[in-house]
């Protein structure tokens, strides 16, 4: 049995909508290489010295050359399960939003506008980072850490 870090989608449910984010989990695979079980909590890196940190980091930075992992999509024993088995939430969550809108007729908007934004990202990251090399994933995450020192 083979193990790893992946990045794995995964959604807040305690309001009535849905809010979608991204943690590291670990990963075992069986000998078919399919997800035989995944770890219940996020995790993140920890190391007892800069060099094992620095390890460890690259073992993350893996996680980011494969496809995101949907945390509904495993069932209970820990395997994948067929997607046509689970509806995915569509919502986000806007109780922030709702606090500061003034025109809630306009939220409906910006939700779906914030929706298409973490598509296109996923699309983006899919097309840029799985299947490719570090280096690659590397030099597209100083790109956006550019960008977002920017901004």
Not at 116 to 126: M, V
Request: net charge negative.
């Amino acid at each position: 049995m083979s193990w790893d870090y992946r990045v794995v989608r995964k959604y807040d449910k305690t309001t009535t909508k849905t809010f979608v984010f991204y943690e590291f989990h670990e990963v075992y695979y069986d000998e078919s290489n399919q997800v035989a079980s995944i770890s219940e909590t996020g995790v993140s890196p920890y190391a007892e010295n800069i060099s094992e940190l620095m390890v460890e980091m690259s073992l993350y930075l893996d996680a980011f050359t494969k496809p995101i992992l949907d945390f509904d999509l495993i069932n209970k024993k820990g395997f994948e399960s067929e997607i046509a088995d689970y509806l995915r939430p569509e919502n986000l969550s806007l109780k922030s939003l709702l606090e500061f809108s003034e025109d809630k007729g306009d939220l409906r908007n910006i939700e779906i506008e914030i929706r298409k934004e973490r598509e296109l990202a996923e699309d983006i990251y899919n097309e840029v980072c799985v299947d490719k090399s570090k280096q690659t994933v590397m030099d597209f995450m100083e790109i956006l850490r550019k960008k977002w020192r920017r901004v």
